[in-house]
């Protein structure tokens, strides 16, 4: 059963404006969160994360926000830029020590 | 190189052959782990290993079959390759906990 969920398989947001990823969890036991980024052909590389003791975490145009009560984070790319374009994966760790990724939303950027 | 590398980077094989596909860490990282990338599946995880001689089933090790004797290296190999297998495979490592993992770039294998 999939303990991380991103229910938007895709995600498309002008140039400048804010894009919005959401992920949510089932497992309380998760204590680190996540996100990577992933372009096509190449290996997923990490972007932001948070420790469960936060409730924010920011870094230049990134900012994670944990909510723990509702089990749900998201990633914020303030302002978008076409780079921005690829797959984003939250993931999560819990008394385990592997990663727990989500299905991945794929974010497109547009002029 | 420093760094994480996977190999081959793309391989065909045919149903019923072993295949091993290769990793190889540079930082002495104790947790490395092995995903499959499937459409609409996500990252699925395959195998990981806390540290040499140390390994764990993660969510679909069926047909697959991990080592570690050295730290720096997680081979994972396919005993007799099925077409469901056909899918990208990415290794990862990891130093400690509350850390983040590094990937490599992935090993495309197609099973025909």
């Known amino acids: 059963d999939q303990q991380v969920k991103q229910n938007s398989p895709s995600l498309s947001v002008q140039e400048g404006r804010i894009s919005i990823l959401n992920c949510d969890y089932t497992?309380?036991?998760?204590?680190?969160f996540l996100w990577y980024k992933k372009y096509p052909a190449e290996g997923p590389t990490f972007l932001i994360s948070?420790?469960?003791?936060?409730d924010k975490n920011e870094d230049g145009r990134f900012t994670v926000f944990l909510n723990k009560s509702a089990k749900h984070l998201s990633l914020h790319i303030v302002p978008s830029q076409p780079g921005d374009s690829a797959v984003y994966f939250c993931a999560a760790i819990g008394s385990g020590y592997a990663l727990n990724f989500g299905k991945g939303t794929s974010l497109l950027v547009t002029p | 190189d420093a760094g994480i590398t996977q190999s081959p980077r793309y391989k065909i094989t045919e149903t019923g052959r072993q295949v091993t596909l290769m990793c190889h860490q540079t930082?002495?990282?104790?947790?490395m782990f092995w995903y499959r990338q499937d459409l609409g599946h996500g990252l699925r995880l395959i195998y990981y290993s806390a540290a040499a001689d140390i390994t764990d089933k993660g969510e679909v090790p069926d047909g697959y079959v991990v080592s570690r004797s050295k730290t720096e290296n997680f081979p994972l190999t396919l005993e007799s390759a099925t077409r469901s297998q056909t899918s990208v495979y990415f290794c990862a490592s990891r130093f400690g906990f509350d850390t983040e993992a590094f990937f490599g770039q992935g090993t495309r294998l197609t099973v025909v």
């Open positions: 930082w002495s990282h104790s947790y």
């Open positions: 497992n309380s036991m998760f204590d680190y």
């Open positions: 948070i420790s469960s003791i936060k």
